[in-house]
C-alpha cells in the first residue's frame, strides 16, 4: 500500500498509478490551483509630477511574451505563454503542453501623451512609462445674456 500524500492545506490526497506515473506533482498542485495567482501578475501604479509609472511583476516571461498597446485611451498589456514538456521513460511517452495568458487594461487620464509611451523588460518586469501632457489652460468666457 502507498503512503498518503498531503496538499499544502493538510488533506489527504489519495495516491495511485496516475499520480506515482506523474512524479506525485499533478494532483496536488491541481488542488491548490488558483486561477486569478496563477495568471495575474502584481501591477504597480504610480503617479509622479511628470508621468505615469506602471510595473508588471511577472517572473518567467521575458520581454517577447508580452504585448503593449494603446486604442482609444485605454491601454492594455497582455501575454500569452506556451510550455512544452516531454518525457521519455519506461516505453512511456509523457507530454505535457502549459498555456498561460492574461489582459490587463488601463484607462489613461486625458493628461498623457500617449505617442510617447515607453516600455522596458528587466528581471521579470514590465516597466511602462507614461508621460504626462502640458496642462491645458481652459479658458473661461463670460456669456452676455440679452
Known sequence: MLPSVFNRKGSAVPRNFVDEFFNDSFLPRFLDWNYESTNTPAVNVEETEKEYLIDVAAPGLEKEDFKVNVDNNIL?????????????????????FNYSSFSRAFT????????????????????????????????VTEIKIS
Open 76 to 96: 492594455t498589456i497582455s501575454s500569452t505563454k506556451e510550455v512544452k514538456n516531454e518525457e521519455k521513460r519506461d516505453g512511456y511517452l509523457r507530454r505535457e
Open 108 to 139: 489613461l487620464p486625458e493628461n498623457t501623451e500617449t505617442s510617447k509611451i515607453k516600455a522596458s523588460h528587466k528581471n521579470g518586469v514590465l516597466s511602462i512609462c507614461i508621460p504626462k501632457s502640458e496642462a491645458k489652460v481652459k479658458q
